[in-house]
């Protein structure tokens, strides 16, 4: 037990818990030191002078040994952290962090609908593009590349994805995975760029009230619009809509005449729909929505902007607005977007959903 002196400083420290080697030596400071060369067991006589050896270099420099080996070993461990946060920042995918933040706030949805609504808009509408993008290298102009043709077609679905994006980014920055918040950047760019063309849009969740007070009214012009909203079809498809493009009563073939992208369009009936056709049956004899001054004529493009105006909603929604209230429950609701395309009848470039 003790300390057994090999010469110039060395000792071999003998304790209860095993025998270590030590340099003990007067720093440049002045200060008395002891630095531990290693256990006796894994190191030899030999190897023990050698570390002794350098330490005494060391000194002669002008250097604390101790001090040296400490910088040296900090130095690593940083090394170390730091290779670790770069793994960590580049297997911090959007994708992986979005639901993970997801899986956290768990708690905080209404019920397991809206839940599933929440990452199912980010699935739909930013995974695709950025999903497997480390969230550190998401750009604010990648992020505004992304949602501003989404704002421009679908407004309600556009402004939410965004906004649940900005409560990932911040919660990402607390945790060291990102700095700053694109999303965040991209708010008042996104409303400044809003092209001039997008309609007027009920928000979907108000559509019911109003249906159910437009189907209180009589009226062609009522029975059009509910129709309008139910195959989420254009103004002047519907106006023109005529009994002999009701082939079995369950579709509605538009021929390609009377549709903007010059292509059929056949769109599947909902019961509500063809209760519709149903109690128009007999009113006109060419046109489903009959003018009642002539007979053989539709009704005018301003009998349903007339209706709304009666409803005084006319300032909250057009008639097409029911289209962008159409894509956006569509989109909240995690349908596929190339459906959704179909069912509005869309080609490549359309800017109003």
């Given at each position: 037990m003790g300390k057994h002196a090999d010469g110039r400083g060395l000792y071999l420290i003998v304790r209860p818990m095993g025998r270590v080697w030590a340099f003990i030596f007067t720093a440049p400071s002045g200060k008395r030191r002891e630095m531990h060369l290693g256990h006796a067991d894994a190191i030899g006589l030999k190897d023990a002078r050698g570390?002794?050896?350098?330490?005494?270099?060391?000194?002669?420099h002008g250097t604390d040994p101790l001090d040296a080996r400490n910088a040296v070993r900090t130095q690593a461990q940083e090394a170390e952290v730091s290779q670790r946060r770069a793994k960590a920042t580049q297997e911090a995918t959007l994708r992986r962090?979005?639901?993970?933040?997801?899986?956290?706030?768990?708690?905080?949805?209404?019920?397991?609908?809206?839940?599933?609504?929440?990452?199912?808009?980010l699935e739909n509408h930013v995974f695709g593009a950025l999903g497997d993008k480390p969230i550190a290298t998401v750009t604010p102009t990648a992020l505004l590349d992304l949602l501003q043709p989404?704002?421009?077609?679908?407004?309600?679905?556009?402004?939410?994805?965004?906004?649940?994006?900005?409560?990932?980014?911040?919660?990402?920055?607390?945790?060291?995975?990102?700095i700053g918040n694109p999303a965040a950047v991209i708010r008042r760019q996104l409303k400044q760029k809003r092209e001039k063309g997008h309609f007027r849009a009920l928000p979907y969740a108000e559509l019911p009230a109003l249906l159910k007070a437009i189907r209180t009214l009589p009226g062609t012009a009522a029975r059009a619009f509910e129709f309008t909203a139910l195959t989420a079809g254009?103004?002047?498809?519907?106006?023109?809509?005529?009994?002999?493009?009701?082939g079995n009563g369950e579709t509605w073939t538009v021929p390609a005449r009377r549709m903007k992208a010059g292509e059929p369009h056949i769109?599947?009936?909902?019961?509500?729909?063809?209760?519709?056709?149903?109690?128009?049956?007999?009113?006109?004899?060419?046109?489903v929505f009959s003018s009642p001054i002539n007979s053989d004529k539709p009704i005018?493009?301003?009998?349903?902007?007339?209706?709304l105006r009666r409803l005084n909603v006319a300032d909250k929604t057009t008639v097409h607005g029911l289209r962008a209230a159409f894509s956006t429950w569509a989109n909240e609701?995690?349908?596929?977007?190339?459906?959704?395309?179909?069912?509005?009848?869309?080609?490549?470039?359309?800017r109003v959903r």
């Amino acid at each position: 037990m003790g300390k057994h002196a090999d010469g110039r400083g060395l000792y071999l420290i003998v304790r209860p818990m095993g025998r270590v080697w030590a340099f003990i030596f007067t720093a440049p400071s002045g200060k008395r030191r002891e630095m531990h060369l290693g256990h006796a067991d894994a190191i030899g006589l030999k190897d023990a002078r050698g570390l002794a050896d350098q330490a005494r270099l060391s000194l002669k420099h002008g250097t604390d040994p101790l001090d040296a080996r400490n910088a040296v070993r900090t130095q690593a461990q940083e090394a170390e952290v730091s290779q670790r946060r770069a793994k960590a920042t580049q297997e911090a995918t959007l994708r992986r962090v979005c639901r993970a933040y997801h899986e956290r706030i768990e708690g905080t949805f209404r019920n397991h609908k809206h839940r599933a609504q929440w990452i199912a808009s980010l699935e739909n509408h930013v995974f695709g593009a950025l999903g497997d993008k480390p969230i550190a290298t998401v750009t604010p102009t990648a992020l505004l590349d992304l949602l501003q043709p989404l704002v421009i077609q679908s407004p309600e679905t556009g402004r939410r994805v965004r906004q649940r994006l900005e409560s990932v980014f911040d919660d990402a920055a607390l945790r060291g995975l990102c700095i700053g918040n694109p999303a965040a950047v991209i708010r008042r760019q996104l409303k400044q760029k809003r092209e001039k063309g997008h309609f007027r849009a009920l928000p979907y969740a108000e559509l019911p009230a109003l249906l159910k007070a437009i189907r209180t009214l009589p009226g062609t012009a009522a029975r059009a619009f509910e129709f309008t909203a139910l195959t989420a079809g254009r103004t002047s498809e519907v106006l023109g809509l005529t009994w002999a493009e009701i082939g079995n009563g369950e579709t509605w073939t538009v021929p390609a005449r009377r549709m903007k992208a010059g292509e059929p369009h056949i769109v599947h009936l909902s019961c509500p729909a063809r209760a519709i056709l149903a109690r128009q049956r007999g009113v006109g004899r060419k046109y489903v929505f009959s003018s009642p001054i002539n007979s053989d004529k539709p009704i005018s493009n301003m009998a349903m902007l007339t209706l709304l105006r009666r409803l005084n909603v006319a300032d909250k929604t057009t008639v097409h607005g029911l289209r962008a209230a159409f894509s956006t429950w569509a989109n909240e609701h995690g349908f596929r977007p190339d459906v959704i395309e179909a069912c509005l009848a869309h080609r490549e470039g359309d800017r109003v959903r």
